[in-house]
């Protein structure tokens, strides 16, 4: 039987506004979830029952009072440890920061406390939420839901493994070159990738740029737009970011509806050559083959992003000596010497390897890339005059285990960073479109398979309107429908391991 925890956002919404359910029945039914599961998960590193149970009674009381309260009232949501909460520890996942607790919200947190919600708690994130593997030397490893002993993707993973294991109904996430899209498609939820400005981020610290994106993550698309009809809100603290752009997000909590037998869709396996398995090209044919079936057209993109990793890198050279050169010069003993203020000894690995690569990197280096971005935006663009939406996979490999921080080859051939297995993502992160992360089944070792299905540029709505229609079409098939984690299993899995004295996840992660 389905507990309340395991209620989309939107239905949960419904039955809190009836009365039917109050915020206080939600809220213990998502922690007792995490208590039942979340050791041999790892999800939700921080947690703060006593404020999150104070609010949503809090919340109940007004709404018994008739008092006016906001989209998300009742509604748990959690937060990713790079967002700051005030009162409550925010570490970035990294040792320095592990008793950090800031005395003000980030901009996304202080639109989720406006809008009613009631936040449950941070999700872990690699260090400085660099890296697709969620493991950190602070809290460890998060292990995916469907195997603990596979890497649930990152940097949202955290986020991404309490949606699915239903210890909450919406999440918060962030996104480089893939974190909100990965983890999502390793753990079987969906999350969106916005037309960079859409979500406003006061913390920014380099201004036009499609990397450092905010966005939601849940286990439906519409509870995706209800989401995201919040953070993209216009308060005061958007004016911090130079790039947010004037919109009403209202827009977003009803999406507009698509006749899926009508679409137009372009798919792509490996967007023009980027390093892809044999074991995803075999189950993205299968859904193509499927989705063929349900839409009004389905075919190949004539689309080359193969030198959007060049480019990448590039760029991510000029975005990590902006965005890092202080706290690398302040913490890590490697550039400030022995005195330097970080106990366990260097930063992530994944951050020093750009840092140091942004070093050597040249002005022209950087120029000839910002070029080359222009016109993969354009090529890319252009599809959009034939198709509705590009449709590709949403990981090169299928989930992996997390003691490896990145997959050292695949089908043989050398992964030469820790970029270039996220080619997928990368290469629509240097375009900069929105994307949409769906589920869409499980792969051939039974986790979850995602797709990226990618629109025009100020498109979101409409994208987010065309991933619903899919959504329940795939719905319809139990081959694509959306998979879910068996949750008794993982309680038994929790309790046999503390009847032995030791933990699911990661005790030792990888130095």
């Not at 950090?100 to 260090?127: L, Q, W, Y």
């Not at 955290?158 to 962030?174: D, H, I, Y």
Request: charged fraction near 20%.
């Amino acid at each position: 039987m389905s507990e309340p925890c395991d209620l989309s956002a939107t239905r949960a919404r419904e039955l809190l506004a009836a009365r039917d359910l109050s915020a206080i029945e939600l809220l213990e039914s998502c922690l007792a979830r995490a208590d039942a599961i979340d050791e041999a998960v790892n999800a939700l590193v921080i947690r703060d029952d006593k404020a999150a149970r104070a609010t949503a009674r809090a919340i109940d009381d007004a709404r018994s009072r008739g008092d006016e309260l906001g989209p998300l009232a009742g509604l748990p949501v959690a937060i990713k440890d790079i967002q700051t909460t005030a009162g409550l520890t925010t570490t970035y996942g990294a040792a320095p920061f592990a008793a950090n607790v800031p005395d003000t919200d980030d901009g996304i947190v202080a639109r989720v406390r406006a809008a009613d919600a009631v936040i449950i708690g941070k999700t872990n994130t690699p260090e400085l939420s660099i890296g697709a593997n969620t493991v950190n030397r602070l809290f460890g490893a998060t292990g995916n839901p469907f195997d603990p002993a596979l890497t649930c993707g990152g940097s949202s993973g955290g986020s991404a493994v309490a949606l699915s294991c239903g210890m909450t109904p919406l999440a918060t996430g962030s996104d480089h070159g893939g974190s909100l899209r990965i983890p999502a498609s390793y753990c079987g939820v969906a999350a969106h990738r916005s037309t960079p400005g859409t979500v406003a981020h006061d913390e920014r610290t380099i201004g036009r740029t499609n990397y450092s994106v905010q966005g939601p993550m849940a286990r439906t698309v519409a509870d995706v737009g209800l989401l995201l009809s919040v953070i993209a809100g216009r308060d005061r603290a958007a004016r911090r970011d130079p790039m947010a752009f004037p919109l009403d997000p209202s827009g977003f909590a009803e999406l507009p509806e698509a006749d899926v037998g009508k679409l137009r869709v372009g798919v792509s396996a490996d967007l023009g050559g980027l390093l892809v398995s044999d074991a995803v090209r075999g189950v993205f044919a299968d859904r193509v083959e499927r989705l063929s079936g349900i839409v009004g057209s389905a075919e190949e993109a004539d689309l080359d992003l193969s030198d959007a990793l060049d480019v990448d890198w590039q760029l991510r050279s000029d975005i990590f000596a902006t965005q890092y050169h202080r706290s690398i010069h302040k913490f890590d003993p490697d550039v400030a010497g022995p005195h330097a203020n970080k106990p366990d000894g260097g930063f992530n690995p994944n951050i020093r390897a750009t840092y140091d690569e942004a070093l050597s990197t040249t002005v022209l280096d950087i120029a000839k890339a910002r070029r080359r971005q222009v016109e993969l935006y354009r090529a890319t663009d252009a599809l959009f005059d034939k198709f509705d939406v590009l449709i590709c996979p949403g990981v090169s490999v299928p989930p992996f285990d997390w003691h490896q921080l990145f997959p050292a080859e695949i089908d043989g051939e050398p992964v030469r960073n820790y970029m270039a297995w996220l080619g997928l993502s990368a290469a629509l992160t240097v375009v900069g479109h929105p994307t949409t992360a769906l589920p869409c089944g499980r792969d051939g070792q039974g986790t979850p398979f995602g797709l990226q299905l990618v629109g025009p540029s100020y498109s979101d709505r409409r994208l987010l309107g065309i991933a619903a229609a899919l959504e329940a079409a795939f719905g319809e098939d139990p081959v694509m429908t959306r998979p879910v984690p068996d949750v008794d299993w993982l309680a038994n899995l929790q309790t046999a391991c503390r009847s032995e004295g030791r933990l699911v996840h990661a005790s030792a992660p990888p130095q």
